[in-house]
C-alpha cells in the first residue's frame, strides 16, 4: 500500500501534530506501507529561519521519506505551491492520501487536489471542528468552512478523529463522510541515567527536594493557564509543597508566553516556578522521569499527545474534562479527572500532591494503559485495516473503521 501523509509542517516546533505525523509515518511503514510524508519547510511564525532540509527531493528517513517544498507564497499560512503541483503530478502513483489539519490553507487545497486526481483522502481535522475552535475568527470560518472545508469533506473516504468525544462535537458544516475513531501513539521515553537527569535538573534550577508538577505543552490560552496558575497560587498560599515546571513556549504568540512569565514573576509562584521554554530530547526526557505530576487543564484538547507521553512515562496526570481523552485516564485510574474551574484543578492538585501512594498507583495504572493503548505499533495496524476498507471497497459497502476501545 502506497500512503500519502499531507501535513502543513513536521517540525517540532509546532508541538504534538507534528511528533504525530512522525511516529504515525514510522508506524504504518513498520506494519508494510510504503510511506511518503508531503510538508513544508515552516519552522514557526515569528521571524525564525525555514528548516534546513533539502527541498522537493525525497529524504530517507528510518523507514519512510519526507519530500519538503518551499513555503511559497504565503509563509506565515504553510502554503506551498510547489507542493500542490507535485501532488498534481504524481498522485496516480498512491493508494490513499492521509490529509492532517483542517483550515489550513495547504491542507484545504491538497485535499481539492486529490479529489481532481482521484485519490482517496482521509481528513483528520485536528481539532479544527470543535465549537470551541471555530469560534475564533468565527465569521472568517463559516464562509471558509461552508465554501471550502465542506465539500472536502463532504468528499472525504473517512473523518479521523482521535478521541469519540472529538467525533460527537466536530462540526461538519452541513456535509458528511463517515467516521474513524482511532487515538494517536507515543513513544515511551528513553530513560535518562540518573546522575544526567539531576545534572538536567539542577542546570534548570530545578529543586529535587519537592514534588514536581509538570506542565508539558505549548503555553496557549486555549490550555488553561488561567486555570492552572490560580490553583497553584492557592495551595502555595495554604502552603502546600511543590514545584511547577512551565515546559513550552509559543512562537506563535510570544506576547503570551510574555504575559505568563511576567504572571508568575510578580506573585507567590515565583520561588516555586521554572520556566524552561521549549524542550525535546534528554531534557524533555528527564522532566519526565522526575516528574511526580503531569498537569493539563485545557478548555479543548482533541487528544493530548503530552498527556499521553506523560502516561506512557509512568507520571500520573490531572487533566480537566477538555482533555477528549479524560474517559481513559478516569477508566484506566491513571489520573485525577477535574472540572473546568480554578476551585477543580485545585482540589485534584491538592488530592495529588497530597499523597504520594496514590501517585505511584495511578502512575503505574497510567503506563500500563499507555502501553496497550496507546502504541504505535498497534495503532498501525488498525489504521491499515481502515485504509484497506477504502481501498477494497464497494459503492455500497460503509467505510467505518474499526473505533478502538
Given at each position: 500500500?502506497?500512503?500519502?501523509?499531507?501535513?502543513?509542517?513536521?517540525?517540532?516546533?509546532?508541538?504534538?501534530?507534528?511528533?504525530?505525523?512522525?511516529?504515525?509515518?514510522?508506524?504504518?511503514?513498520?506494519?508494510?506501507?510504503?510511506?511518503?510524508?508531503?510538508?513544508?519547510?515552516?519552522?514557526?511564525?515569528?521571524?525564525?529561519?525555514p528548516l534546513a532540509v533539502p527541498l522537493g527531493t525525497p529524504v530517507q528517513e528510518e523507514?519512510?521519506?519526507?519530500?519538503?517544498?518551499?513555503?511559497?507564497?504565503?509563509?506565515?499560512?504553510?502554503?506551498?505551491?510547489?507542493?500542490?503541483?507535485?501532488?498534481?503530478?504524481?498522485?496516480?502513483?498512491?493508494?490513499?492520501?492521509?490529509?492532517?489539519?483542517?483550515?489550513?490553507?495547504?491542507?484545504?487545497?491538497?485535499?481539492?487536489?486529490?479529489?481532481?486526481?482521484?485519490?482517496?483522502?482521509?481528513?483528520?481535522?485536528?481539532?479544527?471542528?470543535?465549537?470551541?475552535?471555530?469560534?475564533?475568527?468565527?465569521?472568517?470560518?463559516?464562509?471558509?468552512?461552508?465554501?471550502?472545508?465542506?465539500?472536502?469533506?463532504?468528499?472525504?473516504?473517512?473523518?479521523?478523529?482521535?478521541?469519540?468525544?472529538?467525533?460527537?462535537?466536530?462540526?461538519?458544516?452541513?456535509?458528511?463522510?463517515?467516521?474513524?475513531?482511532?487515538?494517536?501513539?507515543?513513544?515511551?521515553?528513553?530513560?535518562?541515567?540518573?546522575?544526567?537527569?539531576?545534572?538536567?535538573?539542577?542546570?534548570?534550577?530545578?529543586?529535587?527536594?519537592?514534588?514536581?508538577?509538570?506542565?508539558?505543552?505549548?503555553?496557549?490560552?486555549?490550555?488553561?493557564?488561567?486555570?492552572?496558575?490560580?490553583?497553584?497560587?492557592?495551595?502555595?498560599?495554604?502552603?502546600?509543597?511543590?514545584?511547577?515546571?512551565?515546559?513550552?513556549?509559543?512562537?506563535?504568540?510570544?506576547?503570551y508566553e510574555r504575559a505568563i512569565a511576567q504572571r508568575v514573576q510578580a506573585g507567590i509562584?515565583?520561588?516555586?516556578?521554572?520556566?524552561?521554554?521549549?524542550?525535546?530530547?534528554?531534557?524533555?526526557?528527564?522532566?519526565?522521569?522526575?516528574?511526580?505530576?503531569?498537569?493539563?487543564?485545557?478548555?479543548?484538547?482533541?487528544?493530548?499527545?503530552?498527556?499521553?507521553?506523560?502516561?506512557?512515562?509512568?507520571?500520573?496526570?490531572?487533566?480537566?474534562?477538555?482533555?477528549?481523552?479524560?474517559?481513559?485516564?478516569?477508566?484506566?485510574?491513571?489520573?485525577?479527572?477535574?472540572?473546568?474551574?480554578?476551585?477543580?484543578?485545585?482540589?485534584?492538585?491538592?488530592?495529588?500532591?497530597?499523597?504520594?501512594?496514590?501517585?505511584?498507583?495511578?502512575?503505574?495504572?497510567?503506563?500500563?494503559?499507555?502501553?496497550?493503548?496507546?502504541?504505535?505499533?498497534?495503532?498501525?495496524?488498525?489504521?491499515?485495516?481502515?485504509?484497506?476498507?477504502?481501498?477494497?471497497?464497494?459503492?455500497?459497502?460503509?467505510?467505518?473503521?474499526?473505533?478502538?476501545?
Amino acid at each position: 500500500m502506497r500512503l500519502l501523509q499531507i501535513v502543513p509542517s513536521i517540525s517540532l516546533i509546532y508541538g504534538g501534530p507534528s511528533q504525530m505525523v512522525r511516529g504515525f509515518a514510522q508506524g504504518l511503514a513498520a506494519a508494510g506501507a510504503e510511506v511518503t510524508v508531503l510538508t513544508t519547510n515552516a519552522n514557526g511564525d515569528a521571524g525564525q529561519p525555514p528548516l534546513a532540509v533539502p527541498l522537493g527531493t525525497p529524504v530517507q528517513e528510518e523507514n519512510y521519506r519526507v519530500r519538503y517544498f518551499a513555503c511559497s507564497p504565503w509563509r506565515r499560512y504553510k502554503f506551498s505551491a510547489g507542493l500542490l503541483a507535485w501532488l498534481y503530478r504524481h498522485a496516480h502513483e498512491f493508494d490513499l492520501a492521509h490529509i492532517h489539519a483542517l483550515f489550513s490553507p495547504l491542507s484545504t487545497a491538497a485535499a481539492a487536489v486529490a479529489r481532481d486526481r482521484g485519490l482517496p483522502y482521509v481528513l483528520r481535522p485536528l481539532g479544527t471542528l470543535d465549537p470551541a475552535d471555530l469560534q475564533k475568527k468565527k465569521r472568517l470560518k463559516q464562509v471558509y468552512g461552508r465554501l471550502l472545508e465542506a465539500p472536502n469533506i463532504a468528499g472525504a473516504a473517512a473523518l479521523h478523529f482521535t478521541s469519540p468525544i472529538e467525533a460527537e462535537v466536530s462540526h461538519r458544516f452541513g456535509a458528511s463522510a463517515p467516521d474513524w475513531v482511532i487515538p494517536l501513539g507515543v513513544q515511551p521515553p528513553i530513560p535518562v541515567p540518573a546522575r544526567e537527569g539531576r545534572s538536567i535538573l539542577a542546570q534548570l534550577g530545578i529543586p529535587q527536594d519537592r514534588p514536581l508538577v509538570l506542565y508539558l505543552s505549548r503555553l496557549d490560552p486555549k490550555k488553561g493557564l488561567d486555570l492552572l496558575l490560580p490553583a497553584l497560587e492557592q495551595l502555595a498560599a495554604q502552603g502546600c509543597g511543590f514545584h511547577l515546571v512551565l515546559a513550552g513556549g509559543n512562537p506563535q504568540d510570544p506576547a503570551y508566553e510574555r504575559a505568563i512569565a511576567q504572571r508568575v514573576q510578580a506573585g507567590i509562584l515565583a520561588n516555586r516556578t521554572t520556566l524552561t521554554g521549549f524542550v525535546t530530547g534528554t531534557t524533555k526526557a528527564a522532566l519526565l522521569q522526575a516528574a511526580d505530576l503531569f498537569v493539563l487543564p485545557s478548555y479543548y484538547e482533541n487528544f493530548g499527545i503530552a498527556v499521553a507521553e506523560a502516561m506512557a512515562a509512568g507520571v500520573p496526570v490531572v487533566v480537566s474534562k477538555g482533555v477528549y481523552i479524560w474517559p481513559d485516564i478516569a477508566a484506566s485510574g491513571g489520573g485525577w479527572v477535574c472540572d473546568l474551574s480554578v476551585d477543580g484543578v485545585a482540589q485534584s492538585l491538592r488530592e495529588a500532591l497530597q499523597d504520594s501512594a496514590q501517585r505511584q498507583l495511578r502512575g503505574g495504572q497510567a503506563k500500563a494503559y499507555a502501553r496497550e493503548y496507546y502504541d504505535w505499533s498497534a495503532i498501525a495496524h488498525r489504521t491499515l485495516m481502515a485504509y484497506q476498507t477504502v481501498l477494497s471497497k464497494r459503492p455500497t459497502v460503509s467505510l467505518r473503521a474499526p473505533r478502538l476501545e
